[in-house]
């Protein structure tokens, strides 16, 4: 196998709450803790958890939007979490983002194509004529027509400007693109059209992707690999298909089954009902971060974190047959 | 909330000592040396000489600051250049009439300000309404010397119903009515642009409770509309209101040193002109600086003031 | 933030804004009025009868068809240095503002995109800087300095930046978490371009607002101080000079034609300039 893209290890964001006279740091919040994961060329890696689990505070790691506690992004065998602001400038027009809302992600007062040409005059990889002539091609890489140009975002309709920002993020020829819930603030009639468009881009430019959603029907749609988090830490990381075959962990199970069933003919089966919210990762739960809302839980599970081992964070991994 | 205070005053701390040192400098800018204006013209030399080391005016500007700090913290503000009495007993001598005017300008300016500004939030577009809103802007823009020397020329020269200016008239013991006839145009002339000003924060602030939605569960409650202007609006709508009294005061001593200048008014103001003119440094950075710790106050009571009628504040 | 935006807005926000502004009446009866006395300072010695220094052999004259205005204490045609105390006005209100607008949105920039000790170091300087007795500190700093037209200009524009830096600071804190921003920032750009082509046009609305109430603010400390003896010195006019004529019994009482129309052209001049801020205001501020 290939050498992986990007490799994070034990990544950590934690943010200190401060209290008191002279702003004491008396307890963190742990919107990421300890997270490992690889990327290889080529390939989609979804993650995928619910709001607050730290998916996308870990893809803003990788784009280093946000400085990591501890631990490495190894990005094409460049430790980027310590880089110097120089020096990350330069990378970073490999490494670029999709921004969720498509209605804020873009600056309202600049013009589509500036907002395009935009990164090349930045890097002086072209003077402005050419700059333009290339925003206007890349509008239209993304099916938007040649016209686009002139018009301001407020002008565009959702699906139109996150067009435009994926675009935007294909300018300067990056070769991993974060995918930050790109489709999520988009009408359900528009997801399909944006996650073709995605894979097509992937195709055309050889793009790997870290799609991030809290949502499994485009994560497996779009995923070769699926890391599934919860409470700023991974629970099972496994292939698309085995991860829809054979859930491992039960928090995985339960995503899955509230995930709507397209087939009418399985749609009987038993639900598994979930109790209780998501602890706070302020103070999350001893032991295993799941055990309060787990249905399978242990006394172990209370006391001991399970460390990641096959692809599953859990002290009783599901069977084959279920249980 | 007692964490907020404490972090408040102690961030107040270096803000001070900033306040000192600018004033310090400031007054160090002047060309020449302070001992040129306390000797006669005819000094020798040797006589300006003497003089600096007596003042400590030949050490360098930092120690001269310390030693200047180091007086300070013993409440002595130094010497007139002018006539060698104590800076401290100068204002102290003026600030009264100050006081008499600023309080009671900023009284009469709240008791004109706050019904009028309900009044002409409840007839929100007529004519009552119209009327307020353009008079208030024309007492924000009008300039306090022009507004006194109009009233000067009206009500004292033209209609004869006032003094023209002083504090009491002389000669004739200066009797509380007497006073009040002279406190009366002054205190207009001052009042009118916080008036101005507040009556559009309490309008505007007023709408704005209008529009939420707990005066329409009041309303919907069945409640009276002096009930829902009283008790529910107008204590949310005053919190804006306690921040422009901070403000204020710095509006506030502008416009009596004004004031004070045309209506020959023996406060703080006059001294502060008659200093200028004498380039009576000494006496200039004294009123500076207690005017500075005074806005500074107000700036700081203004802050936990708000925290405490709007207790997100002290949380943010 | 969500709602889409009605296909008859397919045109630039300006455009949106000019209109709304266009609605208010008082508005753009303010911006005439200004238009009317930047023409009138520009055109001053086109538009003045006589020369405003030239002095003439009877002082203290009532209007006349000669002098209109009459003539002031010295014998100088009181319409004439009116005309040219616009010059004076004008350029005090717009240079402080162009120079406090300058320095109070650097250092708002600089403190709401970099944070934590810059922030603070700045805000504390702030704090000093509004500690201050605007007025009275103009005032003996104008009187050290030596009064003068520039004196004045560079005097308010040096103290009077901390609103718009304060200002500027809140707005920077909200438009720097905006996706825009942190896209400029994955994209790599330098912070002096994130900073004034992403942050800065984004925050122009208040600022444009404060700085046009500020010229009104600039034009009332210029004549008062001109009125105190502390500002544009005579023989240049300026409307606060010629109005420190009045303090004066003889003048106050006897020669209104001497103190009144300054009084009201700076009257004007400011009035028309807050109506022009409250629109800007009112047009600016409403967008959703």
Not at chain 1, 276 to 296: E, I, L, M, Q
Request: charged content about 15%; overall charge positive.
């Amino acid at each position: 196998m290939t050498d992986p893209l990007l490799q994070v290890r034990n990544l950590k964001r934690y943010y200190p709450i401060r209290k008191g006279v002279i702003a004491r740091t008396v307890g963190h919040v742990r919107a990421v803790d300890d997270v490992s994961f690889d990327v290889y060329p080529g390939e989609t890696l979804g993650i995928v958890g619910e709001s607050g689990c730290g998916k996308s505070t870990t893809g803003r790691a990788v784009v280093r939007l946000e400085a990591p506690t501890a631990g490495s992004v190894v990005y094409d065998g460049t430790d980027i979490a310590g880089l110097s602001t120089a020096k990350m400038r330069r990378l970073r027009t490999e490494l670029q983002m999709v921004f969720q809302d498509p209605y804020s992600s873009l600056n309202p007062q600049i013009r589509i194509g500036e907002l395009l040409a935009e990164p090349l005059i930045a890097h002086k990889r072209l003077d402005r004529t050419a700059a333009h002539a290339k925003a206007a091609e890349m509008l239209e890489t993304v099916g938007l027509p040649k016209l686009y140009l002139n018009r301001y975002p407020h002008e565009l309709s959702g699906g139109q400007r996150q067009r435009v920002g994926i675009a935007r993020a294909l300018m300067l020829e990056p070769k991993l693109i974060v995918c930050d819930e790109p489709v999520s603030a988009l009408d359900v009639s528009i997801q399909a059209q944006v996650l073709n468009l995605l894979k097509d881009l992937q195709g055309e430019f050889g793009l790997t992707y870290v799609f991030i959603s809290h949502g499994l029907g485009a994560i497996k749609y779009i995923s070769d690999r699926i890391v599934v988090m919860y409470l700023g830490k991974v629970m099972e990381t496994a292939t698309t298909a085995e991860i829809f075959a054979q859930p491992k962990h039960p928090y995985t199970e339960i995503l899955l089954d509230a995930y709507p069933e397209p087939d009418p003919r399985l749609r009987d089966r038993q639900r598994i009902i979930v109790e209780g919210d998501v602890p706070s990762p302020a103070n999350p739960p001893k032991g295993c971060v799941f055990h309060t809302r787990c249905p399978y839980t242990k006394d172990i599970c209370r006391t001991e974190s399970p460390p990641l081992a096959d692809g599953v964070a859990c002290h009783f991994p599901l069977e084959a047959a279920g249980r | 909330m007692i964490a907020y205070l404490i972090r408040r005053l102690l961030i107040g701390i270096p803000v001070l000592l900033g306040v000192t040192v600018i004033n310090f400098f400031i007054i160090n800018l002047a060309p020449g040396s302070p001992a040129d204006l306390f000797l006669s013209p005819t000094a020798t030399p040797e006589d300006v000489a003497r003089t600096e080391a007596e003042l400590g005016l030949n050490k360098p500007i930092f120690v001269q600051y310390v030693n200047w700090l180091t007086q300070l913290l013993h409440g002595n503000l130094g010497v007139s250049f002018q006539n060698r009495e104590p800076v401290t007993q100068l204002i102290g001598d003026r600030i009264g009439p100050t006081l008499l005017l600023m309080g009671t300008s900023l009284v009469v300016a709240y008791l004109v300000a706050i019904p009028i500004g309900i009044i002409a939030a409840r007839r929100r577009n007529t004519v009552v309404d119209y009327g307020v809103v353009g008079a208030s802007f024309l007492g924000i823009s009008v300039p306090h010397f022009f507004l006194g020397l109009a009233m000067i020329y009206v009500f004292a020269l033209t209609l004869g119903w006032f003094p023209t200016g002083g504090m009491l008239t002389l000669g004739r013991g200066g009797g509380f009515a007497d006073r009040l006839s002279h406190l009366v145009l002054p205190v207009v002339v001052l009042a009118t642009a916080i008036a101005a000003n507040m009556v559009r924060y309490v309008r505007s602030s007023m709408i704005d409770a209008f529009g939420q939605d707990y005066i329409r569960t009041a309303k919907a409650k069945g409640l009276g509309t002096s009930v829902i202007t009283n008790k529910h609006a107008l204590r949310n709508a005053l919190i804006p209101v306690v921040t422009v009294i901070g403000v204020d005061l710095s509006a506030l001593i502008g416009g009596a040193i004004v004031t004070e200048q045309i209506f020959q008014w023996p406060g703080i103001g006059l001294l502060t002109i008659q200093s200028i003119g004498a380039r009576d440094y000494a006496v200039l950075m004294g009123i500076n600086l207690i005017a500075a710790v005074a806005v500074f106050a107000a700036n700081l009571l203004t802050d936990i003031a708000y925290a405490v009628v709007d207790p997100r504040v002290a949380y943010a | 933030m969500h709602k889409r935006v009605e296909p008859e807005a397919g045109r630039s926000s300006a455009r949106l804004m000019l209109r709304r502004f266009l609605k208010h009446r008082m508005a753009v009866a303010g911006l005439v009025v200004v238009v009317l006395m930047v023409l009138m300072a520009a055109l001053a010695p086109v538009l003045a009868p006589h020369n405003p220094n030239q002095i003439f052999d009877k002082f203290e004259a009532s209007p006349s068809s000669e002098h209109l205005l009459g003539t002031d204490s010295v014998g100088r045609d009181v319409l004439s240095r009116l005309i040219y105390g616009a010059r004076v006005s004008m350029s005090v209100g717009v240079g402080a503002v162009v120079v406090y607008v300058v320095i109070g949105v650097l250092l708002g920039l600089l403190a709401g995109y970099y944070g934590r000790w810059v922030d603070q170091v700045i805000m504390r300087i702030t704090d000093v800087f509004m500690s201050f007795p605007y007025f009275m500190v103009i005032l003996i700093l104008v009187s050290v300095l030596g009064p003068s037209l520039l004196t004045i200009i560079v005097v308010i524009g040096v103290l009077a930046w901390p609103m718009i830096g304060r200002l500027v600071r809140g707005s920077v804190l909200s438009i720097k978490q905006t996706d825009y921003v942190q896209a400029a920032v994955a994209l790599g750009y330098r912070t002096p371009r994130i900073l004034f082509r992403h942050i800065l046009p984004n925050a122009l609305s208040p600022i444009i607002v404060n700085a046009t109430f500020g010229v009104a603010q600039a034009i009332i400390l210029e004549s008062g101080l001109s009125f105190l003896g502390m500002g544009v010195r005579p023989p240049a006019a300026s409307w606060g000079n010629m109005l420190s004529e009045a303090q004066s019994i003889t003048v106050l009482s006897s020669q209104p034609w001497i103190w009144i129309p300054p009084g009201l052209m700076i009257l004007l001049a400011v009035l028309a300039i807050n109506f022009v801020g409250d629109g800007l205001r009112d047009s600016m501020e409403s967008r959703s």
